[in-house]
């Protein structure tokens, strides 16, 4: 079957909180990880749902039979079983971790596997303009860091870890980085770090933000009895990234219509959904103002 796809790029301007549940160890609310590395991620159910929330959102009730062809219908609805979305949403993956440092406000730390699985999606998607990526060999304590004219190396600081920071040639990554987040070359520039894949697994399980919360009883004015918990969130400026594809639509024939082709079934959510307002709200908290991302499109 002819696929449409596209490469989004989510940069989190707010906490973000996609949750897995309870836990059984001391953080009640843990975020979604990947089984096999632990590392953060956003399910692509999530991502789907918010990508359908935001089109009903923007469509209203005028706009149900479009988004039925596009996400399929309603699961709560008679007609559930009728015909599947002609969307494809894949896992949000981590590419960019905001870290406390010493040396700066904070950097954006990734590592060699992140980015080899990013040029690996892109030549799926046959999205040309991520280009190959090529890195020397880090050990443990090294940290790469973009190469500046005039720049003096010293000791890197990343949460309680020390570096020794080691200068390479980052212009091809930092302008791919660029293409899919919009983040600015010269803070990419200033801010990109590339640590080994296994100090990185580290940083991707212990850095990121456990916060307290609490309820309060309105007429005391105090806390709830047992009204404690812990939240686990993903920090404002973290970057990831999802593949979309789009099919023609699977609904019966007498109810398609000209905006049914891949083509637009694709164009409906990059250019329809994201072309005037490129915002979407991934994750719980929405009331809080958590979860809130900017969207970048990159077609195949």
């Not at 836990?23 to 009640?28: I, T």
């Not at 307290?212 to 993903?234: Q, R, S």
Request: aromatic fraction near 6%; glycine fraction near 8%; hydrophobic fraction near 40%.
């Amino acid at each position: 079957m002819t696929t449409k796809n596209a490469l989004i790029g989510l940069w989190a301007h707010a906490s973000l909180h996609a949750g897995a549940g309870s836990s059984v160890d001391g953080v009640d609310l843990p975020i979604q990880r990947e089984g096999h590395s632990a590392w953060p991620c956003v399910f692509g159910s999530s991502v789907k749902g918010a990508l359908r929330a935001k089109a009903e959102d923007t469509l209203g009730k005028e706009g149900a039979k479009s988004i039925a062809l596009v996400f399929g219908p309603d699961s709560s609805s008679d007609n559930a079983s009728e015909h599947a979305g002609a969307l494809l949403v894949s896992d949000a993956k981590l590419l960019l971790l905001p870290v406390r440092s010493l040396t700066s406000h904070f950097k954006w730390v990734t590592c060699p596997a992140l980015l080899q699985r990013l040029v690996r999606d892109a030549q799926r998607l046959g999205a040309k303009s991520i280009q190959d990526i090529t890195l020397p060999a880090i050990a443990d304590d090294i940290a790469l860091i973009a190469l500046v004219a005039g720049q003096n190396t010293a000791d890197l600081f990343l949460e309680e870890y020390r570096f020794k920071a080691q200068s390479h040639d980052l212009s091809g990554l930092i302008e791919t980085i660029n293409q899919l987040t919009g983040i600015a070359v010269t803070d990419l520039t200033e801010q990109l770090v590339i640590v080994s894949n296994n100090q990185f697994n580290y940083l991707a399980k212990y850095a990121t933000p456990v916060t307290p919360h609490i309820a309060i009883d309105n007429d005391k004015k105090t806390v709830k009895p047992g009204a404690l918990w812990y939240e686990e969130t993903l920090p404002p400026e973290t970057v990831l990234y999802f593949a979309l594809s789009a099919h023609r639509s699977r609904a019966k024939v007498s109810e398609q219509n000209i905006g049914s082709n891949e083509e637009k079934i694709l164009h409906s959510i990059t250019q329809d959904l994201f072309g005037a307002s490129p915002y979407l709200q991934v994750g719980g908290n929405e009331t809080v103002g958590m979860g809130w991302c900017k969207v970048t499109v990159v077609e195949a």
